[in-house]
């Protein structure tokens, strides 16, 4: 499989993570992905790792602590044209603020 093919396919697991109600889906991707990150010798982008440092937060903790995570994301997928993840990075952001009162931030 190219460089390419390998990142979109993890591309689309990140954005699929959502949907999992798995308690440890976070570290099971995590895994997931170093295993075939590992078998194309590729690295992740920084972007990627963010947004599951990101999300695994979100998840496990008071959801208010992951939205400088979340920001740090959007930063470094703006730095890389990265505009999916981006996207996905501010609908968390406006569950987040929605979910917390902050409608004017949503």
Known sequence: MSKARTLSLILTKLTRLQQSTKHDAVKLLRAEINQMISAESIQLPGEY??????????????IEKAIPYFIHCQILCSSNSNMVLHLYCDVHLGTIYSLIGQYHQA
Request: no cysteine; charged share 15%.
């Open 49 to 62: 790792s963010s947004f599951l440092n990101a999300y695994d937060i979100y998840r496990s903790h008071t």
